[in-house]
Structure formats: structure tokens, C-alpha cells
């Protein structure tokens, strides 16, 4: 069983900043591609950003210069550092992972979100 559980969303003002933490754990054979992902209410789910196993990172363009993704392999865990919020970035936020849990054999699999809301 893998377990993705995220944590660091809240409320905070426009122009403030917020520290996303997502870990997997359970019985985890390799971590592949971890990424961000976010839903606004009445919209679809997004792309935030994505980190490869080397570090190669990928944003959406709405965020880039804004948001960074990085991730700690020994602790399982990815990160997203969120500044310069708007108003725009409240959503739900989850993290996703491609996980093998044996060799060979990978499964996305999704945390159960953070809510992030940014309001004066």
C-alpha cells in the first residue's frame, strides 16, 4: 500500500507565500516523476508543476517565476514553494507520483489535496 499525504495549505493573503509538503510512504520500490497538480472550484484539474527523478523541473505558465518544485529523494518527499500569491491560485492542491512498488511495474498514484486560499 502507498500512501501520498500532503500538507502546508491555508490561508494567506495576496503577495504572501505558502510551503507545500507532499510524502509518500509505504511499500515503495522506486519514485519516478512527482508533481503538483490544483483544482479551482467549477474548473478542471491542473498542471502547477512536474520534477523528474534528476531534478529536471517543469511549470505551467501561469506560476513560473512564482512557484519552485523540488524534491527530496531520501525522504520521498516533493515540495512546491509558492510566492507572490494571487488571488487566481486559490484551489485544492495535490501532489501526484509514479511509483513502482515492484521492479518494472509503475502506478500513478494522488494525494488527497490541500486547500490553498488566497484573500485579503
Known amino acids: 500500500q502507498v500512501q501520498l499525504v500532503e500538507s502546508g495549505g491555508g490561508l494567506v493573503q495576496p503577495g504572501g507565500s505558502l510551503r507545500l509538503s507532499c510524502a509518500a510512504s509505504?511499500?515503495?520500490?522506486?519514485?519516478?516523476?512527482m508533481g503538483w497538480y490544483r483544482q479551482a472550484p467549477g474548473k478542471q484539474r491542473e498542471l502547477v508543476a512536474t520534477?523528474?527523478?534528476?531534478?529536471?523541473?517543469n511549470y505551467a505558465d501561469s506560476v513560473k517565476g512564482r512557484f519552485t518544485i523540488s524534491r527530496d529523494n531520501a525522504k520521498n518527499t516533493v515540495y512546491l514553494q509558492m510566492n507572490s500569491l494571487k488571488p487566481e491560485d486559490t484551489a485544492v492542491y495535490y501532489c501526484?507520483?509514479?511509483?513502482?512498488?515492484?521492479?518494472?511495474?509503475?502506478?500513478?498514484?494522488w494525494g488527497q489535496g490541500t486547500q490553498v486560499t488566497v484573500s485579503s
Open positions: 509505504g511499500n515503495i520500490f522506486n519514485i519516478y516523476g
Open positions: 501526484k507520483a509514479r511509483i513502482s512498488i515492484v521492479q518494472n511495474i509503475q502506478a500513478d498514484y
Open positions: 520534477i523528474t527523478s534528476g531534478g529536471s523541473t
